[in-house]
């Protein structure tokens, strides 16, 4: 258990206002807030974190580290829903944190936050993203050029079919929400997953790309789109709104196409 921290006023003889945390640690609204701590081995912590307006999951987490315990090991940068950094598994589901209020998330005063599922725990909650990024070379998710720097640069028309094909597709920030949502990485660890697979699906379809027949391969092999079982786990929870399930169906269709024209 932890007490509520006060924030003083560095204006001489004046009071600030109130801050909505404040407000609200005053008039003794928390949650409780079970943490995990340790490793693969590990337990849940339990705090008591004073709750206030618009309050993000991550802003708990952040005020656990600076104000009861700072050990705690977990990982952001951007707080703003970009870089992807922040994922945890909040109430049983993969979520970015950054992003995630508080009072959309909170079950009877209760949160459970733990690192993202079908990774390695680093420590509490920061999990080991490496085997997830390992993947995305095994599916040659990586852009290869077809010019050299001395070229122009090659400009693609938005209106282009290849181009409105991945248009959500590239919003991808790479959070790993998806890959912990995913049956398949679970039962498999082989499977490269659907953050892997819906890159790959947008460089399919860039055609500055000179990687296609690798990247193919590399998609339609063991472990590659034909894995999924188009549950739509991944596209349920992608923060970003994609549907990697829809960019691996479109793998599976240019595989076949690739098969049958014997380009495979
Ligand atoms: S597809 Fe969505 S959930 Fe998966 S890594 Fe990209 S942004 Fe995150
Ligand atoms: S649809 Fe495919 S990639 Fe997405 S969660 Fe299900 S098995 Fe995984
Ligand atoms: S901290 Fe960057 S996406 Fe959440």
Same mark, same amino acid.
């Given at each position: 258990?932890?007490?509520?921290?006060?924030?003083?006023?560095?204006?001489?003889?004046?009071?600030?206002?109130? /801050?909505?945390?404040?407000?609200?640690?005053?008039?003794?609204?928390?949650?409780?807030?079970?943490?995990?701590?340790? @490793?693969?081995?590990?337990?849940?912590?339990?705090?008591? =974190?004073?709750?206030?307006? /618009?309050?993000?999951?991550? *802003?708990?987490?952040?005020? =656990?580290?600076?104000?009861?315990?700072? $050990?705690?090991? +977990?990982?952001? &940068?951007?707080?703003?829903?970009?870089?992807?950094?922040?994922?945890? $598994?909040?109430?049983?589901?993969? @979520?970015?944190?950054?992003?995630?209020?508080?009072?959309?998330? %909170?079950? *009877?005063?209760?949160?459970?936050?733990?690192?993202?599922?079908?990774?390695?725990?680093?420590?509490?909650?920061?999990?080991?993203?490496?085997?997830?990024?390992?993947?995305?070379?095994?599916?040659?998710?990586?852009?290869?050029?077809?010019?050299?720097?001395?070229?122009?640069?090659?400009?693609?028309?938005?209106?282009?079919?290849?181009? %409105? $094909?991945?248009?959500?597709? %590239?919003?991808? %920030?790479?959070?790993?929400?998806? +890959?912990?949502?995913?049956? $398949?990485?679970?039962?498999?660890? *082989? +499977?490269?997953?659907?953050?892997?697979?819906?890159?790959?699906?947008?460089? =399919?379809?860039?055609?500055?790309?000179?990687?296609?027949?690798?990247?193919?391969?590399?998609?339609?092999?063991?472990?590659?789109?034909?894995?999924?079982? /188009?549950?739509?786990?991944?596209?349920?929870?992608?923060?970003?709104?994609?549907?990697?399930?829809?960019?691996?169906?479109?793998?599976?269709?240019? &595989?076949?196409?690739? +098969?049958?024209?014997?380009?495979?």
């Amino acid at each position: 258990m932890v007490g509520y921290v006060s924030r003083r006023s560095h204006v001489t003889g004046k009071e600030s206002m109130p /801050s909505s945390e404040q407000r609200a640690a005053a008039a003794g609204q928390t949650a409780d807030v079970l943490i995990w701590r340790g @490793r693969e081995e590990g337990r849940y912590q339990r705090f008591t =974190v004073p709750l206030f307006e /618009s309050q993000t999951v991550l *802003d708990i987490v952040t005020w =656990v580290q600076r104000n009861a315990d700072p $050990t705690l090991a +977990y990982r952001f &940068a951007c707080r703003v829903g970009m870089c992807g950094s922040c994922a945890m $598994t909040v109430n049983g589901r993969p @979520r970015w944190t950054c992003r995630t209020h508080v009072a959309n998330v %909170i079950e *009877d005063g209760r949160l459970e936050i733990a690192p993202l599922a079908n990774m390695p725990v680093i420590r509490d909650l920061a999990a080991d993203m490496t085997r997830f990024f390992e993947k995305w070379q095994e599916a040659k998710a990586r852009f290869e050029p077809s010019r050299t720097r001395h070229d122009p640069v090659e400009a693609i028309s938005p209106a282009s079919a290849e181009r %409105i $094909t991945i248009e959500e597709a %590239i919003e991808c %920030i790479n959070c790993g929400v998806c +890959y912990a949502a995913c049956d $398949t990485v679970r039962w498999d660890g *082989d +499977y490269l997953g659907p953050a892997a697979l819906n890159r790959a699906w947008t460089l =399919v379809n860039d055609v500055r790309d000179a990687g296609q027949t690798g990247r193919l391969a590399a998609v339609a092999g063991k472990g590659g789109c034909q894995s999924c079982h /188009s549950h739509q786990s991944c596209a349920d929870l992608c923060p970003k709104a994609i549907s990697p399930t829809a960019s691996i169906a479109g793998l599976k269709r240019r &595989a076949m196409l690739a +098969y049958l024209k014997g380009e495979l």
